[in-house]
């Protein structure tokens, strides 16, 4: 028998695997410890920090809880997620990892704090006699009121904004600055981002190609779907055709009118949302008519605007039926209600009348509107625009509602 054994063969210990959160967790902590993202600096989307990561998303939201519970980062609603302020600069700094995760270039330091805002505005300039129409003055209303949003935004990350108005007065009219010039006069003074109020997405687009500025963080707010993947706040106007016409079957219409110009945008999108409701409801096509003038966008200054209400108007007051009417805009709903005036019918009483937009006019009117969020839409493109700022591109256009402001002309009434 040999005095010698053979040594015992001892079996590896098996170490619990670490949870995914516990190592994001880590790995973010090590980051910000080594002034990846300083602070102040908004973190990358979850989506993209979750694509990066490996995990889902709310596997990743654990990893955020307790970075947030510490008070390492913080996260700020309808915003996103920063890195807390009051972290000490001596805190010691975790072994460096091999990471393919790009460092966002941060330009939200008080060094590069200013954005610039392009938009064409004359509410603080004195009026041309022949400058323009109800619509502009109605869109100009529109831009002071986003940019009033976007501005609040902006003075609570402590930034401010420079204004390119792109509207210049010559004599008793005006002439529009081209967008590219705006752009060249905002990069000479350094502005770290753009900002372009209701400006159509390919013109901008273009602008900034001929500006040689395609790198520079923008973002356009506009009225409608841009349908480019570029950073945009847009609200949905086909959305707001079918809440429109759903709250007139909902207040009893049976039948429906739509009026309104046949050559915009946001008149054909919102036909859609109407047609929509319709076919959600369960109704025939046949409960939905639509008197459309094609030879200008606004009803009073339309030579066919009046002949094709009078063209419709039979087909509606048979068997005893109650009629909604949507207008294209407030405008159009204002003009159906002064003809519908001159035939001895009120509003909300021989038939319900809903509008959009809101214009002032339409609360003198008692018109039921859809009102566009535009200090809202302002309040986003701030969010979205600080989030390109900090190299984050996640998020590349933001949705939003109209809301529906009820007045007497959807009121209880007779039939028509």
Request: overall charge neutral; proline content about 6%.
């Amino acid at each position: 028998m040999s005095l010698t054994t053979e040594p015992t063969k001892r079996k590896p210990v098996k170490r619990a695997k670490q949870p995914a959160y516990q190592r994001i967790e880590h790995d973010l902590r090590r980051r910000i410890a080594n002034d990846e993202w300083l602070p102040g600096v908004l973190l990358p989307g979850r989506r993209a920090l979750a694509d990066h990561y490996g995990v889902t998303i709310p596997t990743l939201e654990l990893a955020i809880g307790a970075l947030i519970e510490d008070g390492v980062v913080r996260a700020e609603q309808g915003r996103g997620t920063f890195v807390a302020t009051g972290r000490t600069s001596d805190q010691p700094a975790l072994a460096p990892q091999s990471d393919a995760f790009p460092k966002p270039i941060d330009r939200t330091s008080s060094a590069t704090s200013t954005v610039g805002i392009v938009a064409f505005d004359w509410t603080s300039s004195p009026a041309p006699s022949s400058r323009a129409n109800t619509n502009n003055d109605f869109s100009a209303a529109w831009a002071a009121t986003i940019m009033a949003g976007f501005e609040e935004g902006l003075s609570g990350f402590g930034m401010h904004s420079q204004l390119f108005n792109t509207y210049s007065p010559v004599g008793d009219s005006y002439r529009r600055i081209p967008l590219d010039q705006a752009i060249d006069h905002l990069l000479q003074v350094q502005v770290s981002g753009l900002v372009f109020v209701l400006y159509d997405v390919s013109t901008v687009m273009s602008a900034l190609r001929a500006s040689n500025a395609t790198d520079i963080p923008s973002v356009i707010i506009g009225d409608r779907d841009p349908r480019f993947t570029v950073p945009t706040v847009y609200f949905d106007q086909r959305n707001s055709g079918n809440r429109a016409a759903t709250h007139l079957l909902e207040c009893g219409c049976s039948r429906l009118l739509f009026f309104g110009p046949t050559e915009t945008t946001y008149s054909r999108e919102r036909l859609l949302g109407v047609r929509d409701a319709i076919e959600t409801n369960g109704l025939s096509a046949n409960s939905l008519d639509a008197a459309l003038f094609s030879d200008d966008a606004h009803p009073h200054t339309s030579a066919t605007a009046r002949p094709t209400l009078v063209a419709v108007s039979d087909a509606f007051g048979h068997g005893g039926e109650i009629v909604g009417v949507i207008g294209a805009n407030d405008d159009c709903a204002i003009y159906f209600m002064e003809y519908a005036s001159e035939l001895g019918m009120k509003p909300g009483v021989d038939y319900k009348l809903i509008g959009f937009d809101d214009l002032p006019a339409s609360r003198q009117f008692g018109l039921t509107t859809l009102r566009p969020p535009l200090v809202t839409m302002g309040n986003r493109a701030c969010a979205l625009l600080r989030q390109a700022m900090a190299g984050d591109h996640s998020d590349q256009s933001i949705c939003v509602r109209a809301h529906l402001v009820k007045r007497s002309s959807t009121g209880s009434g007779k039939h028509w």
